[in-house]
């Protein structure tokens, strides 16, 4: 049998993009370090904790040779926190000490504009903390192509420099953001929406709005979509129930609805009689969708206009409460060819015409198929 040292580096670069092993194989000797090293500088996370202070990773880039350095292209500036899986609550958050905001700041300094991506969440640091991080960024970035925000504290919106910082960053980085991630407990003001709509060359918007957060979602769509011309991945979540006015706006405002492959909605449910035909129209509007996700209350209609229109889906993942659900409408409906996978989660009964129709002609499909909407369901699959 073949050593594994005498792969090429190529083969090795990609066994060690596995989450883990480029931290691992860079110590092992030199050969390994020249190929993990720069995969495990592609992505630099900078904690709030002691830990990471103690590392001293500001020394280790300085000494680093240039070409090493320059590997940095992405920057995550988050906290480490876990939490319970079951309730979905956080027990345990690292708190920022300001040697380690220090440290923050001298590591944006060093990397420069080299930075593409940029991740940022306000649980751990200050909130003057988190607006000097995007100061600096901004001081130094310029070509910013992907920007991931997460602000659970109130304060984080009462602080007028933050606010503006993401501002100035939507504004310089306008026509080289390619993903815009926003994870907000509050309510944005109107000039965060305008800025954003200038982003014309975003390609993937990803949108979570707690439930504290105000109900202004079409207005935000109604300012946004027009100006996206190159959307083609859109995620929304908010705990609210979905209304005929948000769906209608997805597709009447999309400049190039079309274009659009992955589309995600995460609302309450409410009466599917109220937003069904909104629903059908929308996805009609949007042929070339391969993954959708739509936790809404589904109807065997709504899912006949799916099997129809999507001849490219990939992967549907969908939650339908009506205890009458059997998608008796589609037993004889041919779905696409490259469907893989079915997510259901359902509380009524699945009759065996929804197993049919699905797989009479995507032979290779894999159905999940949740029982029961609340925890411990039982759990059916078929593959």
Known sequence: MSSIGVLPAEILADIFCYEGLADITRQVCRRWRRVALPIWLRRLVLLPSDPFKDLGIHAYLKNLALDDRLSVRALDITSRRDSDSVSNSVFYVEVADPACVCNVLRIQSLLGSRILDLTLTDTGWTPDSLAGFLQMSLLT????????????????????????????????????????????????????????????????????????????????????????????????????????????????????????????????????????????????????????????????????????????????????????????????VAWGQGLTKVNMRTSGKIWGGFIDAVRKRSRRVKILVYGSMKWGGSVDEWE
Not at 192 to 208: D, Y
Not at 267 to 282: D, H, N, T
């Open 141 to 332: 970035t310029h070509h910013l192509n992907r920007f991931q925000i997460s602000l659970f504290k109130v304060e984080s919106y009462e602080a007028t420099d933050l606010m503006d910082s993401m501002i100035e960053l939507y504004r310089r980085d306008a026509l080289h953001l390619r993903c815009l991630s926003l994870d907000l407990s509050q309510s944005m003001a109107a000039e965060q929406w305008i800025a954003m709509s200038e982003c014309t060359e975003l390609q993937s918007f990803h949108l979570g709005l707690h439930r504290s957060s105000e109900p202004i979602l079409t207005g935000i769509l109604e300012l946004v979509l027009p100006k996206w011309i190159s959307l083609s991945t859109l995620y929304i979540c908010q705990p609210r129930f979905v209304t005929a006015d948000t769906l209608r706006c997805l597709h009447t405002h999309l400049p190039h609805p079309d274009r659009l492959l992955e589309l995600h909605l995460i609302f309450e449910a409410c009466q599917a009689s109220q937003y069904e035909q909104e629903f059908i129209e929308m996805i009609h509007a949007m042929p070339n969708l391969q993954t959708l996700e739509a936790h809404l209350d589904w109807t065997n209609r709504m899912m006949e206009h799916v099997a129809i229109a999507l001849v490219d889906l990939r992967e549907l993942s969908i939650t339908c409460s009506s205890l009458d659900f059997t998608c008796a409408g589609i037993r004889c």
